[in-house]
């Protein structure tokens, strides 16, 4: 990624389009990070996401919702007085940083007309956001503090001077030329691009070496034309928002030819900041917050991978079971040549065709039918080991299939459905249960899976855990309606609000069946789909594992873009 000094300049100009004169009517505060402010301008809502991440720190219009704490934080509540009903005067960079301000024109307790600034600044784990008040310079509150004992260049609380970070010594990119660019650079130290890099201001690793591309091996002539090619696009605002492919995708507002990847190419900036950041910032906060669950799944799963490792091998040895029930037969029927204190006897094994001499080896302190009631003894002990220990091996294998089930819940889980995967553990017995308070013990929350809409209007609902897949599948579904999910791997239930969907619905259903599996990221994967009357829950089954026959097969690649379009439909 690279939300840097040029894609910042793009976000600002298409912001001052979007939102200038625009009167901020809500705000809310999501995340520790994230604020979202709803302007109005033009009889349209817009929705402006200001976020100080420390990975996904950004500014853009976004489609996505957020869902708000019911009782919002301090500063939420102190935006709210001093910003909503105001008006978005300007919005203006600092140089090429990634520093912006946002300007409103509001009203104090008294009526009086106030400028207030939003400062926004991006910068990594260093990013915040700041209220600052105009006319007295200094900060009303910020999303992080930052005392004196943490910086001694500036300090970042409520009633201090507003101070912007120390400048880099570097040159805004319009203040250069290609002449002035081949004068600072030293081609006899080689790595241009990190030459570029000290040189201009905003610039990211991924500009310098597209101006290095663009430069190929020619002389100093091919480094200034090739920055003058830049420049243009950047004075001009002349850009093209894309999202490159790979194993690590990247974005920017400048062609990056360099990259010689597959590109999706947006409309807009904040259209490409919100199909890039989507989710991102969301599955990083639950991931830290179902990180616990996450290690406890994989020691379970990793503790029965190591029982079924040591039943195998009791297996192995069980097999010779049959060896000690034919000593103990052969021993039988040479009875006679057997006297009490031999160590061992030698007989004719009639076992095999040729009837070879076979040496018994015997206990001397046992008599002769004792040693072989010993090895009927082990026999029996070997062959009824060997029926447990199998059904053993059963047993932790569906363990496996249960606990992978969970594994991959929690990797796809929204915030809300963490607590209820832990709820289950605890249920079952995996983990031990908290005290709850008399008076709530018999209060439980209803299941809330996710909803769709398929492009034809059809109600679409997916389980993100078990508790909402048994609440999709035996409460929520009607006897007729279609029930689909990814062909022998953990998922989803996925139901079908229809008894007869068209092709396209199936299609929809299939793919939030498949993405909401664990072969999330593979091609062409197999979806079972069925009516919900041909779906059963095995008596004493854990929760989530049905059977179902009358079955039909639909293979699909997921893609999330489908599936985040099936969410807005039902937004």
Known sequence: MAFDGIVTRAMVHELNNDLQTGRITKIYQPTDTELVFQVRKDRANHSLLVSAHSTYARFHVTKDNYDNPKQPPMLCMLLRKHLVGGFVERIEQIENERIVNIQIRTKNEIGDETLKTLVIEIMGKHSNIMLVDQEGGHILDSIKHLPPAQNSYRTIMPGQPYKQPPSQGKTHPLKLSGNDIVRKLDFNTGKMDRQ???????????????????????????????????????????????????????????????????????????????????????????????????????????????????????????????????????????????????????????????????????????????????????????????????????KAEQEIEYLERLLQQVESARSEDVEEIREELREEGYMKKRSTPRK??????????????????????????????????????????????????????????????????????????????????SSSVPVDYTKIKHVKKPSGAKPGFVTYDHQKTLFVTPEEKMVKQLKRNAQ
């Open 440 to 521: 709530q013990k018999n209060k439980k929350k209803k299941p809330s899976p996710e909803k769709y809409i398929a492009s034809d209007g059809t109600e679409l609902y997916v389980g993100r855990n078990n508790l909402q897949n048994e609440y999709v599948s035996n409460r929520l579904a009607h006897k007729e309606d279609v029930w689909l999910h990814a062909k022998d791997i953990p998922g989803s239930h996925v139901v079908v609000k229809s008894n007869d969907p068209s092709e396209d619905t199936l299609y929809e259903a299939a793919q939030l069946a498949a993405y909401y599996s664990k072969f999330q990221a």
């Open 196 to 394: 570029l890099l000290g040189i201009i201001m905003g610039f990211s690793p991924l500009l310098t070496k597209e101006i290095v591309h663009k430069a190929g091996l020619g002389d100093t002539s091919g480094y200034s034309e090739a920055y003058e090619q830049v420049r243009s696009l950047i004075e001009a605002h002349s850009y093209t928002p894309a999202i490159y492919e790979g194993d690590k995708e990247v974005f920017h507002v400048l062609p990056l030819d360099h990259l010689k990847r597959e590109k999706t190419v947006y409309g807009s900036v904040s259209e490409m900041l919100d199909a890039f950041y989507s989710g991102k910032a969301e599955r990083d906060r639950i991931k830290q917050q179902a990180g616990d669950l996450h290690r406890f799944l994989k020691n379970e799963i990793d503790k029965n991978h190591r029982k079924i490792k040591k039943h195998q091998q009791t297996i192995k040895k069980s097999e010779a079971a049959e060896d000690y029930q034919k000593l103990g037969e052969l021993l039988t029927a040479h009875m006679h040549l057997v006297k009490q204190g031999d160590e061992e006897v030698t007989v004719t094994d009639y076992y095999k065709e040729d009837q070879p001499d076979l040496t018994i080896s015997l206990n001397p302190n046992k008599s002769p039918s004792e040693n072989a009631q010993n090895f009927f003894r082990d026999y029996q002990k070997l062959k009824n080991s060997k029926l447990y220990v199998e059904q053993e091996v059963t």
